[in-house]
DNA sequence: CTATAAAAAGATAAAAAACTCTTTTAATCT
DNA sequence: AGATTAAAAGAGTTTTTTATCTTTTTATAG
């Protein structure tokens, strides 16, 4: 579903969430060794994601990558867009140049549902919300 | 979503639904000419699904792919299976190891959804059923 | 103001996915 | 049986994605 590098941006995104704010940045290195993800292409995706400001940094002694309170109150839509591309929630599941209802392939009626589930799952909370769920109940990132 | 291979199968599959049958084999190349697709890629493909059964093919003259009524009566399931595997439909949305209820990621409970919506897009109609929907609506593909 | 730490940027490499070409096998027709 | 047709199989090539390495820029600390 998604690509490599947009679950890695995820999970580095909600580590953030969890694990650094504005006093408390973190290297690279840090994010890379916590989720087993190889370092130099997470360092590419984390740059990506602070361009388009979705996450924060500062470069030089102290600095690393951080969230706002700003960036922590957003939900997961723009990092994965910002990654794999706004297309991932309106292209045609078939492939076909186009999606619309004027014009749909045969699956595009239930593709629907399918797009519905998968909006939810990134929008209908913000990445804080999610990260204190992480921490109360231990789960996995 | 799916790989662009399991877009072409799909297409593929609903073409020889509408136009094949034992009697009214079709080569690759008229397939991949209709569906715009390139033909030795599809070529691959038409036959990896032959090889699982989701098709059906014969050598030689008057000979090609076509869907049998019992590949026809089979949902769309299985090709996606086949060309990109299963764990499309139950592998962790964030790319953990394992997905379980067990140790669940942070967006598991709502990958739920998003894995309902997947499912029933492939599984609650038959390839036959999918296909006289395209000719009655006269639906691209 | 200099040394240092860390991100940013750029350039390269490896692996996977998508795509092509050539040879082989099997079915049909004469 | 021999010629022909079309899939099957195998061996490449190209493109995209994933991953690494090197250099440059910028902020901070001393
Ligand atoms: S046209 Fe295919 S999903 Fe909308
Ligand atoms: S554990 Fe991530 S989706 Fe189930």
Known sequence: M?????????????????HSDAEHKLG?????????VPGPFLAKL??????HHLISSTKGPNGGFY??????????????????GPEVFSSCILGLPV????????LHSRA??????LLELVEDQTIKE??????RQELKI
């Open 28 to 36: 690279v290195k840090d994010v890379a060794e916590a989720l087993d």
């Open 130 to 135: 999610v990260a204190e769920r992480v921490e």
């Open 112 to 117: 629907q549902l399918y797009r519905q589930g």
């Open 67 to 84: 969230l706002s309170e700003t960036n922590a109150r957003a939900n997961l839509r723009g990092v994965v867009e910002s990654i794999d």
């Open 2 to 18: 998604f690509s490599k590098s947009c679950k890695y941006a995820i999970r580095a995104v909600l580590y953030l969430a969890i």
């Open 99 to 106: 999606c619309s209802s004027q014009n749909p392939c045969p």
């Open 46 to 51: 984390l740059q990506q994601l602070s361009r």
